[in-house]
Structure formats: structure tokens, C-alpha cells
């Protein structure tokens, strides 16, 4: 056979349009006289296009912020917030249940409601007060939020 060997190397060159002028000529002549180096030509060709299609692009600003703001990351935000007011919730619930049916001397009751209760108003207070921080200043606001 011919010096195809030499040739298949040159063929990535040419899918990369690395290839000196002279030398895709000569691949180029190669490739009409030899249908094998054709057909690898083809199947180089298609391994790249898939290999360009699945390449990794750096997300830029822009798309971490279209991320930030897409539904899904908005509705695990919201999730997540649920959750842990819930979670607060139900444990309130249950000292406060402690608290009202417990005896008069609950102390070790009183105390983690009292440190409950308190730091949740502060919590709540800080999101709000970080909502309405953020609300004012966001761009998007007129758009879906
Ligand atoms: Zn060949």
C-alpha cells in the first residue's frame, strides 16, 4: 500500500487547519487516489464534530448568573429556606408543646425556646432585610423572578 501511515497523521493536522499549505496538498492528493484514508478522513471528521459538540466551556459571569437565576437553583433556594424554616418550625412547635404541658420549673425547656424563638426572629429579620437589599438593586426585577 502506499504511506498511509504518514498521512492519517496528517489528516488531524487538516481537520485542525494545521497543516502547511503544501502539505494539505499533498494529503488532499492522497486523498483522491486512496478511498481507505477517504473513509478515515470521514470517521476523523465525525469524532471531532462530537468531540467540539461536547467540549467543556468555561462558564462565563454571565452564565453563572443565568444559572443563579434559572428556576430550578431558585426553587432549591426556596427549597432549602423551607426546610430549614419548617425544620425551626416544627421544633418550636414541639418545645412550645414541652413548654405549655411541661412542668412550671421546665427551665432547660424555656431557655432553647427563648434562644430558638429570638434567633429565628433575627434569621427572618436578616433575609428580609437581605431581600429587600438585593430587590432594590436587582436589574432583572421587571422580568420573571
Ligand atoms: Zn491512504
Not at 32 to 41: A, D, H, N, T, Y
Not at 99 to 108: C, Y
Amino acid at each position: 500500500m502506499q504511506n498511509c501511515e504518514k498521512y492519517r497523521h496528517l489528516m488531524v493536522g487538516l481537520l485542525d487547519r494545521e497543516l502547511a499549505p503544501e502539505e494539505s496538498a499533498e494529503v488532499n492528493e492522497h486523498l483522491i487516489r486512496c478511498s481507505e484514508c477517504r473513509e478515515e478522513l470521514e470517521r476523523l471528521r465525525d469524532t471531532s464534530s462530537k468531540l467540539e459538540a461536547v467540549a467543556f466551556e468555561e462558564p462565563s459571569d454571565e452564565v453563572l448568573r443565568r444559572l443563579w437565576r434559572n428556576p430550578f437553583s431558585r426553587l432549591s433556594r426556596v427549597g432549602g429556606l423551607v426546610l430549614v424554616l419548617g425544620g425551626y418550625a416544627a421544633l418550636i412547635g414541639f418545645a412550645l408543646f414541652e413548654f405549655f404541658t411541661g412542668g412550671e420549673d421546665n427551665l432547660w425547656v424555656r431557655v432553647p425556646v427563648a434562644a430558638i424563638v429570638i434567633g429565628l426572629l433575627i434569621l427572618l429579620l436578616l433575609v428580609i432585610l437581605e431581600r429587600l437589599k438585593t430587590y432594590s438593586k436587582d436589574p432583572y426585577r421587571e422580568i420573571e423572578r
